[in-house]
């Protein structure tokens, strides 16, 4: 396992680099900021829908400048991935995306599907946001048993409560530098009245009803909490290749999961995995306690250097 846990370098970068590209790419959900260009990487672009309906989407939100920036979609999804290149002999080294994983209804379900249409031995990629730096501040932290939950009961039985806590507590702050400053400076300040309304409308009414905002709220080290629960429960057919977390004023964490089928069969391999992943979760929290740490004792110096010259003056 690649471990780069460096708090001042991009996790995005650090993730980019590891990637081939001149194997085959397939990049989820890119609208008009992909990972990768064309002409760059052997890179094709997937999404649930296709160019014409997402352009529509957004032309109706009125934001034009991003509908004319959309890049064509090449595979829509039907049903899943699976079933969509399942009369193909497509298939690829890496599958990618970034911001994506949590606006899925079932992650679980999605990581299970994907493992069909990779290559032996690839990779599945992720860019995520860390809620501790996002709108999604004061949202619960999705859990284990809230994936597996959905993953057992399906999606009717918990969407109305996703979209619940993301209607009452989502804030209107997304710059991540301010947050590692100050935290949250805002509060929710929800329409009450409107959210019951379109939550018992989902009850009511489930299959004629969407939700597109973000279902699952993570950050770095929760993340890492629910792929050692995924290990324990033998759910997916993975190692852990490499993990960054969220690095200083920014708000994304990352990470990359390698194809491995032995590890569903291998206790002891599983069992190693669950160790290394809460040795980089605890990792994680120290290096924090260290740069906040540092920070402060650099801002007494200074405070004590101020203090020295005021005195110096009134000498």
């Given at each position: 396992?690649?471990?780069?846990?460096?708090?001042?370098?991009?996790?995005?970068?650090?993730?980019?680099?590891?990637?081939?590209?001149?194997?085959?790419?397939?990049?989820?959900?890119?609208?008009?900021?992909?990972?990768?260009?064309?002409?760059?990487?052997?890179?094709?672009?997937?999404?649930?829908?296709?160019?014409?309906?997402?352009?529509?989407?957004?032309?109706?939100?009125?934001?034009?400048?991003?509908?004319?920036?959309?890049?064509?979609i090449?595979?829509?999804?039907?049903?899943?991935?699976?079933?969509?290149?399942?009369?193909t002999?497509?298939?690829?080294?890496?599958v990618?995306?970034?911001?994506?994983?949590?606006?899925?209804?079932?992650?679980?379900?999605?990581?299970?599907?994907?493992?069909?249409?990779?290559?032996?031995?690839?990779?599945?990629?992720?860019?995520?946001?860390?809620?501790?730096?996002?709108?999604?501040?004061?949202?619960?932290?999705?859990?284990?048993?809230?994936?597996y939950?959905?993953?057992?009961?399906?999606?009717?039985?918990?969407?109305?409560?996703?979209?619940?806590?993301?209607?009452?507590?989502?804030?209107?702050?997304?710059?991540?530098?301010?947050?590692?400053?100050?935290g949250?400076?805002?509060?929710?300040?929800?329409?009450?009245?409107?959210?019951?309304?379109?939550?018992?409308?989902?009850?009511?009414?489930?299959d004629?009803?969407?939700?597109?905002?973000?279902?699952?709220?993570?950050?770095?080290?929760?993340f890492?909490?629910?792929?050692?629960?995924?290990?324990?429960?033998?759910?997916?057919?993975?190692?852990?290749?490499s993990?960054?977390?969220?690095?200083?004023?920014?708000?994304?964490?990352?990470?990359?999961?390698?194809?491995?089928?032995?590890?569903?069969?291998?206790?002891?391999?599983?069992?190693?995995?669950?160790?290394?992943?809460?040795?980089?979760h605890?990792?994680?929290?120290?290096?924090?306690?260290e740069?906040?740490?540092?920070?402060?004792?650099?801002?007494?110096?200074?405070?004590?250097?101020?203090?020295?010259?005021?005195?110096?003056?009134?000498?």
């Amino acid at each position: 396992m690649k471990k780069d846990l460096s708090l001042d370098s991009s996790s995005r970068e650090k993730l980019l680099s590891e990637i081939d590209t001149n194997s085959k790419i397939l990049e989820i959900g890119p609208l008009n900021n992909p990972m990768f260009n064309k002409k760059d990487a052997n890179v094709s672009y997937a999404d649930i829908n296709s160019t014409e309906d997402i352009k529509k989407e957004y032309s109706f939100l009125g934001q034009q400048d991003l509908v004319d920036s959309i890049v064509p979609i090449d595979f829509v999804i039907e049903d899943s991935y699976e079933n969509t290149f399942k009369n193909t002999d497509i298939r690829f080294d890496y599958v990618v995306s970034s911001h994506v994983l949590e606006h899925i209804p079932n992650p679980i379900d999605h990581l299970l599907d994907v493992s069909k249409i990779l290559n032996s031995g690839g990779k599945v990629c992720f860019l995520l946001p860390d809620k501790e730096f996002t709108f999604d501040y004061y949202r619960e932290t999705s859990s284990v048993a809230d994936l597996y939950d959905v993953y057992v009961r399906g999606e009717a039985n918990n969407t109305p409560r996703f979209l619940l806590d993301n209607k009452l507590f989502q804030i209107n702050e997304n710059y991540a530098p301010d947050f590692w400053d100050n935290g949250a400076s805002s509060y929710p300040n929800p329409d009450v009245e409107s959210i019951l309304d379109e939550y018992f409308s989902f009850i009511d009414d489930f299959d004629n009803n969407y939700f597109s905002g973000h279902y699952w709220v993570f950050t770095d080290q929760s993340f890492l909490r629910i792929l050692g629960s995924l290990y324990m429960l033998n759910l997916i057919p993975y190692k852990l290749f490499s993990f960054y977390p969220t690095s200083y004023n920014s708000n994304t964490f990352g990470l990359i999961l390698e194809l491995d089928y032995s590890i569903q069969n291998d206790s002891e391999l599983r069992k190693n995995q669950i160790h290394e992943i809460y040795d980089i979760h605890n990792r994680i929290g120290q290096l924090r306690f260290e740069k906040k740490a540092n920070s402060i004792i650099q801002e007494n110096i200074q405070l004590k250097e101020k203090i020295n010259k005021i005195t110096d003056l009134l000498k």
